[in-house]
C-alpha cells in the first residue's frame, strides 16, 4: 500500500501577487519559442543548465498557435500559477522551478519535432504533456530514448496506456470511462435517436466507435447519422446540419474540441434547429466554446470532464486557484489549466522527497508508481502500473447563464 506523501506547498499566493517568471517562454512569445532549448544547448551545450542546483528544469508541450490555442494557453496559465506558487514558498527543497514552452500546434508532425527538441537539451526532469493524445503519442518515442517521463493532466485517449509506454503518466479519467458516462447522462435524459459529430483525429474517432457501440450493447439504440470532418479545413456544417435533422436526431453527441462545437450549434442555431440536446466529451468543456457560439446558442450545453470552474461547488485551494486564474486570464479554467496545475504540484511534491529527489528516468516513473499519492485540485492522485490515475473522477457540468456550472 501507498504511503500518503507530505504535500508540498502548493497553495495560490494572493491575486495581486506578479506573476513574472524566471526562465518560462510565455505563450505570447512568438513562435520560436520552442527553440530555447536548442538555443541553449548550442550555446552552453547544456553543461552549466546541467549543473546548477539551484534550478529544476521542466518543458511544456502544447499549441499555443493554431485552432488549439486556448487551450495551450490554459496549460500555460496553470503551470505558471504552480510554479509561482512553489517558487514563492521556497521552490523544491531549495531549488527554483523553470520551464520552457514548446508550440506542437496540435499537429503530430510538429510534436514529433517538439519532442526531439526537448530531448535533444538533455536538462529536463519531466515534460508536461499536450492536451491532444495523438500530439503526446508522437512525442513520445524520442522522450522516453532520451529518458524523460512525460505527464499527462488532459489525455484522454484509452490508447496511451495500452501501448506500453513505460515512461508516461496521466492522472484524468480515460475516455471510454467518459464516453460510457456521456452516453448514459443522454439516454436518462430520455434522448433515443442520437447522431454523432466526430473528427479525423484517433481520440474522437475512438470515442465515435465507443459510443455507438456502448448504445447498441447497452440500449439497444442506433446512432441515426453521424457526421466525420477534419477540423483543420471544414469549418461550414449547414449540410451535416440538416442531415442530422432530417433524420429526426434528438440530440447531438459532440466528439472534438470546442471550436468545431461551437460552430456546429452556432450555425444550427442560425438555421432555425435548436431543440435537441447536445452532449460533449470533454474537450468541448472550455469557456471558449461559450465565446464563438454566444452564450444564448450554448445555453444547456452538457460535457464532462474531470474540473469545473463552479464556485458553488469549490473551496480551499480550488476555489484559490479559479479566483486567481480568473485574475491572471480574465477567463474561467478548465481542466486543461487545473490538469497542468496539478501536474507541475504533484511533480513538486515527488522530487521533495528524499528518496525521489535525485531520481530520474524510469527509476522516477516506477518510484512515483510505488510510492506517490497525492491530493489535487483537479483529481487526487494515484498511479497505476500502466500510467493511470486509479483515484480519478469525472463530472458532468452544462452551460448556465454563459458560463460552465457543475451539473445537479
Known sequence: MKNRMKKVVCSLLVASLALAMVGCSSSSDDAAADTSADAAAEEEGGEEAASDSETIR????????GDAAATGAQQDNGVKLAVEAINAAGGVNGKMLEYDVFD??????????????????????????????GCSQAAYPALEAAGIPLVSGVNTADFMTNQGFTMYMRICVKDSAQTEQLVAAAVEAGYTKPAIFYTTAETDTTNFQLATQFLKDNYDIDVVESAQIQPETEKDFAAHITNFRSAG???????SEYSPAALFIKQAASLGWEDYGRYSSAGCSNPQLIEIAGADVAEGFISVSSFVADKEHAEGEKLDFINNY??????DPGEWAAGAYDVVCMMADVLSNEEAADLTGQELVDWIKENETYEGIMVDIDIDENGD?????????????????QAQ
Open 58 to 65: 521542466f518543458a511544456l508541450m502544447s499549441p499555443m498557435t
Open 104 to 133: 506542437d500546434q496540435a499537429n503530430t508532425n510538429q510534436a514529433v519535432i517538439c519532442g526531439e527538441k526537448i530531448a535533444a537539451d538533455g536538462n529536463y526532469r519531466f515534460v508536461v504533456a499536450s492536451n491532444s493524445s
Open 249 to 255: 436526431a434528438d440530440c447531438v453527441f459532440f466528439f
Open 326 to 331: 480568473v485574475e491572471l486570464a480574465d477567463v
Open 389 to 405: 490515475n486509479t483515484a480519478a473522477t469525472i463530472v458532468q457540468q452544462v452551460v448556465s447563464d454563459g458560463v460552465w456550472r
